[in-house]
């Protein structure tokens, strides 16, 4: 099956600076894509999307590239937070059905 | 957060019982799903449904069953639970295809 990975398991930046979270995915017919956010005992949590039609999207000290041609998508944290250390993973839309394929996520920490 | 209620939050039980667990929401989405999340493996899609009584397969369907009678629950069930189903379970919902998925705080299931 198709599947969605990651490059990095974990991170560590200093309190202050940006954060760059990879990911690769393997199907190229994929248009939507899905950055989630998962803190220690909750549910995945909806950070940023985008689709295939274009190549970055910003939202709130977040932005998201999208790069076709080598199936690769990324996730920048501005201003790094203590509050933003989670797991982040990303999600590819693969079939009917809202149906995705998740990475296994990189733990982001940030040291105070 | 979505208004999405998982039940129960935990639950220890032993090899052969069934076991049911109920998400339940509030937001009249149509899209429905059942994930379990295990370590080293992104979000796998056990089940999902995209109306009442409408449900298909998803990856990690085996020894899951799912039933939707009413818009606003979900339920998955171990008919016979195996220690291999011990996993953190999340329900998910969405309002059409091609938006995000929205999570609940997950139900933690050990099977002993």
């Known amino acids: 099956g198709e599947s969605v990975g990651l490059h990095l398991p974990t991170l560590s930046v200093q309190e202050g600076d940006n954060s760059i979270i990879n990911c690769a995915y393997s199907?190229?017919?994929?248009?939507?894509f899905i950055w989630y956010k998962q803190e220690s005992g909750k549910g995945p949590q909806f950070i940023i999307d985008?689709?295939?039609?274009?190549d970055k999207r910003q939202g709130q000290r977040v932005t998201v590239l999208l790069n076709k041609t080598v199936k690769h998508l990324s996730l920048q944290i501005a201003a790094t937070q203590p509050g933003d250390s989670a797991v982040y993973f990303c999600?590819?839309?693969?079939?009917?059905?809202?149906?995705?394929?998740f990475g296994t996520g990189t733990s982001l920490t940030v040291i105070p | 957060d979505a208004g999405i209620t998982q039940s129960p939050r935990h639950k220890v039980t032993e090899t052969g019982t069934p076991v049911t667990l109920r998400c339940h929401q509030t937001?009249?989405?149509?899209?429905m799903y059942w994930y379990r999340q295990d370590p080293g493996h992104g979000l796998r899609l056990i089940h999902y449904?995209?109306?009442?009584?409408?449900?298909d397969k998803g990856e990690v369907s085996d020894g899951y069953s799912v039933s939707r009678s009413k818009t606003e629950d979900f339920l998955l069930t171990l008919e016979s639970a195996t220690s291999s189903q011990t996993s953190v379970y999340f329900c998910?919902?969405?309002?059409?295809?091609?938006?995000?998925?929205?999570f609940g705080d997950g139900t933690r299931l050990s099977i002993l």
């Open positions: 449904s995209y109306g009442v009584k409408d449900t």
């Open positions: 998910a919902i969405s309002d059409q295809v091609g938006q995000p998925q929205h």
């Open positions: 937001e009249n989405h149509r899209y």
């Open positions: 999600a590819e839309e693969v079939a009917h059905g809202n149906q995705f394929y």
């Open positions: 985008i689709r295939s039609n274009m």
């Open positions: 199907n190229s017919a994929s248009d939507y």
